[in-house]
């Protein structure tokens, strides 16, 4: 019986990881109609049109953002160029209806590639996935009435569960 | 243009602060006054309005240095014990929700009552981080998120937190909190995120941009006490030195020889 | 030289795989619960702002500590030339490394942010006790991996005095290491003392050994080797001897503490009015896991019996836990004395003891950290040769006079 699993057993997981790898691309060409992203606000000028060419931000922004992360935490270099602030406060506009997507929704700027391209980051566990405008609203989304304390605590708790 | 208007206009919030809960209150008509009133004062005497109002901050692109040394003075002869305008401040100025958990909710600064065992005399201040120039928390951490800045706040980095919470065992303050549950909707000034230790940041965006004071400093002064003054403790000339160097300040711990960067006076 | 064969156990009984199973089970059931605890957060452990290490600290410190003293035995063979104890040599380090990766599994696993190990591997700050400790622990699962290749490869026997030399030394290190992480802290009254370090060599002597005899025991009852009376007298003494200079070093410490004033509250804490951590000092550390197990093992005709030697040694383990908590937990639920002389009171809990029971979260993840080190013995001792065929009394004296 061992000798025969022994045999088998590299077909076997041949097989599965072929299987895993069909299924694999299949929703991957599933989830290929990009979703409709509202445009940023402005472009940051003619020529690049974003802070980088924008041939170069698709692939390297995140060596940017990363790279002036350090910067900012540690030596309180405040530029806005390459902060994360000023992606989010252009890129993450309201659409027709004037919501704003956060990053677990698809329609979310930088999740709709990350989505699409399996890419796995944490920024937005800690920092704000909208523009700070669109955070105050969502606090507190009545603005002038006051909510009761517990109403906030629910609602925040359904969007922290919400996030896994 | 526009963005430099969002971020330097500090009062677009404001406090509300009837009940004892924190209260996130935008006041729409205010708001827009304030902007419009920002956006004409900018339009006619640009960039003259700008630069006036971010005299005191360093240029943008340039790192910070140790030629500043930022400190507090706290006052507790003028400090109330029934009042907790900092503490309110600095929760709505970072985010810091109440969830209703006492033993997990974070408090970045919180009123301490004292009461003298033999005199039975009562004193009431605010504790926070220390900003200790030999902070135990940075000797322990074992990744280097804990860290100095060069301007003497003590900070974490919490891109290299590993939540491994040494700096809370080491801390004499107990200044620090560990996020014990994930958040959303952080503020985009105060990013904050679970599995991460966090603690007074005197409010280093604020001393970055040239505001020249902390929220709760702030609260405190609109409240009339102003028990909390926020300063440059290497320029003889502020207003922080000036009374240090009158009244005096202690530290807490002095014992453990830290050289803290909040000084308390009165005590 | 050598007489002693060894051999790998036959791992076709049943009852192996079921303990094989139990364990597994038991380690994927903690990894899951850690799982739990990084999506959920911790404020699902009973762990807070004021009790900021709770229960899987205990197990895994225990671990750890338990893991350099289970070397020991080794060592008084390699080391210090008693080739009485050369056949247990080889389970000796094995156990140790296991312990040692079921403590460094659960510290890892209650990181707030277990999946940033790799920044812990790669920054480093040097002042930091934590990064020496880094350091520490993976130098000995590679030393005391050298030392175990010398042992059990012929062609390499003759290392095996520098090999288990430098593992002795590193273990003495690492063991300061992990007591200098309280001893270090210089903000607490229950900790920041220098005693600490050598009180937990002394610890993790005492622990190390207890969790050797009990594995040394089951393995050969339930693989049908025999065991004589002649080793098991050995380790012992030993445990006695050890278990005793735990209690001279938990006198001294109070002593000293109860001679400053400033100490007074948090001796009186520990001493006389905590609660669960007095009942745990006295009930549990002292009567339970110090002067029940010396009874056992130095009073006649206690001390002639096996399982009295077996129960002396859960015992000395449910007392370090004991003491290991009250050192732990304790030291945080006393409030820190910020202003002398003063009553404090605030809404962080100042002044006040802190209140902590674990959670089911964190007793799982425990659990789960000492399945996988008993997992990594139960599979290395079927695998490689690590356990004597014997270690009846006629099979060691032929050992000692050989050797000898």
Known sequence: MRKIIKKYLVYVLLVITLIFCAIGITIAYAHNDHPEIPPPKENYNDETLCVEPVEVMRKEHFTFVLDHRDKTVIDGIRTKKHSLIECIECHITANAKGEYARYSEETHFCASCHQFAAVNIDCFQCHADRPEEAIRKAINPNQTVDQSSEQKIQHYLQFSNAEH | ????????????????????????????????????????????IAPGVMLYQTAHAKPDDEPVTDKHRWGMLI????????????????????????????????????????????????????????????????????????????????????????????????????????????????????????????????????VDRGDNNTACAEACAKDGHQALLFGDLNDPNSEISKQLEKHGGVQIRADLNLNTGVRYSGL | METTRFSSIEAKSIQYWILLSALGLAALIGYLSAHHMDVEGHHITGMSNQIIWGFPHVIAIFLIVAASGALNVASISSVFGKYDYKPLARLSALLAIALLVGGLVILVLDLGRPDRLIVAMTIYNFKSIFAWN??????????????????????????????????????????????????????????????MAPMFIIMSFAFGLAVFILVLQASYAWTHRSLGDAMLDKLRK??????????????????????????????????????????LFWGVQIVV???????????????????????????????????????????????????????????????????????????????????????????SVAVLDFLPESLSDKALKLDTAKAS
């Open chain 2, 1 to 44: 243009m526009r963005y430099k208007l969002e971020i330097d206009t500090n009062i677009d919030h404001v406090l509300n602060d009837s009940s004892d809960d924190v209260v996130y209150e935008v006041d729409l008509e205010r708001r827009n006054f304030l902007r419009n009133a920002a956006l004409v004062g900018g339009l006619t």
């Open chain 2, 75 to 206: 006052d507790t002869n003028v400090c109330q014990e029934d009042c907790d305008a900092c503490v309110t401040a600095c929760n709505e100025e970072h985010g810091l929700w109440d969830l209703g958990r006492p033993k997990t909710d974070a408090q970045w600064i919180r009123k301490l009552n004292i009461k003298d065992k033999l005199t039975g005399h009562v004193t009431s201040l605010p504790m926070m981080c220390q900003h200790c120039e030999h902070p135990p928390c940075v000797d322990v951490c074992p990744t280097r998120a804990s860290f100095k800045r060069a301007d003497g706040i003590v900070l974490v980095n919490p891109h290299t937190c590993i939540g491994c919470r040494y700096c809370m065992m080491a801390c004499p303050y107990k200044a620090r909190s560990f996020i014990h549950e994930p958040l959303v909707d952080q503020l985009p000034h105060a990013p904050r995120g679970k599995g991460c230790v966090e603690s007074c940041t005197l409010c280093v965006h604020k």
């Open chain 3, 134 to 195: 880094i350091f520490l622990y993976t130098g000995f699962i590679i030393i005391t991996g050298i030392y175990l290749w010398m042992m059990m490869e012929r062609k390499m026997n003759k290392f095996t005095k520098p090999a288990g030399f430098l593992a002795f030394i590193w273990r003495l290190i690492l063991t300061t290491g992990t007591g200098s992480i309280f001893g270090f802290l210089v903000a607490r009254q229950a900790y920041d003392a220098a005693i």
């Open chain 3, 238 to 279: 030993l445990l006695g001897i050890f278990v005793s200079a735990i209690l001279y070093f938990v006198i001294a410490k109070h002593l000293t503490n109860l001679y400053a004033t400033e100490h007074h509250g948090i001796e009186a804490f520990i001493l006389l009015n905590g609660g669960i951590y007095t009942f």
């Open chain 3, 289 to 379: 896991g110090s002067l029940i197990p010396l009874a056992l093992v130095f009073i006649k005709p206690m001390s002639q019996c096996r399982n009295c030697l077996s129960i002396a040694s859960v015992l000395v383990i449910i007392g370090g836990l004991a003491q290991l908590y009250v050192i732990i937990v304790g030291g945080q639920a006393y409030p820190l004395d910020m202003f002398p002389g003063y009553e404090v009171s605030s809404s962080f809990f100042d002044g006040v003891v802190a209140e902590y029971s674990p959670s089911i979260w964190e007793i799982l993840l425990g659990i789960g950290g000492i399945s996988i080190a008993l997992l990594i013995v139960t599979v």
